[in-house]
């Protein structure tokens, strides 16, 4: 176990969502170049990076904890940083969730039957939710005054049997859909932040290891969904091949030695590749190379 509160002042203290968001986030990371490894019952991951050190705990907590200077920095949702009002730097929006690259949403829901079709049906209601302040605020802006009880889990189950509907987290809605449960209004959406503490923010040496792994962070993200192509071109055939050929910018074009060819080397978005490479095949590319990427930085 670390000894948290005898770190060296000079190493970045993390915190990282345990629980539902952890695998992806660990994936990430790893992409990222910060390889993590915890053991199932560590809330303690290790990495090989002695400036590093990082906790496990609940996303819900993490904001609150950096605004209070026990972690410099911590990934953890735009939402749970509103529900704790926290006051914190937000050094960037990271597109990741556990199951898509969509944001997550924060949905009022009710029974499949109910008479409940808007907000403004629910005055006098109960709601269950995990997200009490937002959902009262967002209650208080439509001058509905309804009773928000806090849920400890198994929202979903809870109406109509102990509430009249609940707010809760959703990325594709399957689970409201096995719950007989429909959407009926939308209060927020949420993304991933990297977040910081103000005074290790305005720490010139911590600042700037908050922004190299921010740059990597952003560059893992940029890469999902994108692959490389490298080929060979004869070229009496690169402007067949260039028509097909799409790139972030422009391809990359190098003579091969003492010949006619060139190679050319593009990166591209991965669901166009099944279509694209008997395209180029057939526009004259040769030893058509498909690579994956770890990180683009732009």
């Not at 904001?63 to 006051?87: H, N, P, Q, S």
């Not at 399957?174 to 720490?203: D, G, Y």
């Not at 990166?267 to 498909?290: F, H, Q, T």
Request: glycine share 6%; aromatic share 6%; charged share 25%.
């Amino acid at each position: 176990m670390v000894d948290w509160n005898g770190l060296d002042p000079r190493v970045l203290k993390i915190g990282l969502p345990k629980g539902s968001l952890q695998e992806a986030t660990f994936r990430l990371l790893a992409k990222a170049g910060f390889h993590f490894s915890v053991s199932d019952r560590s809330y303690f991951p290790s990495i090989d990076d002695a400036e590093i050190q990082a906790i496990l705990i609940r996303a819900q907590e993490i904001a609150k904890y950096v605004e209070d200077g026990i972690f410099d920095i911590g990934l953890t949702g735009r939402d749970w940083t509103m529900e704790c009002r926290a006051d914190v730097i937000e050094v960037a929006e990271l597109t990741y969730a556990k199951l898509t690259m969509r944001p997550v949403k924060w949905v009022l829901a009710v029974p499949v039957d109910s008479h409940i079709k808007s907000v403004q049906d629910l005055q006098g209601k109960r709601i269950a939710t995990e997200l009490v302040n937002l959902t009262r605020d967002y209650l208080a802006q439509h001058h509905i005054q309804a009773e928000v009880e806090f849920s400890w889990g198994a929202t979903e189950v809870k109406a109509p049997t102990l509430v009249d509907a609940i707010v809760e987290v959703t990325e594709t809605g399957s689970s409201l859909r096995a719950n007989n449960l429909r959407i009926v209004e939308t209060l927020l959406e949420s993304r991933t932040l990297l977040i910081a503490n103000k005074e290790s923010w305005n720490n010139p040496e911590k600042r700037e290891k908050i922004e190299n792994i921010n740059m990597m962070l952003q560059g893992a993200i940029c890469a999902e969904g994108k692959v490389g192509l490298k080929m060979n071109v004869h070229r009496d055939r690169l402007d067949s091949v260039m028509n097909e050929l799409p790139a972030m910018k422009r391809p990359t074009i190098s003579p091969l030695h003492g010949s006619d060819w060139v190679a050319v080397e593009t990166i591209i978005e991965e669901g166009s590749v099944r279509n694209l490479i008997p395209r180029l095949k057939r526009a004259g590319a040769e030893d058509i190379i498909e690579f994956p990427l770890n990180k683009v930085i732009y």
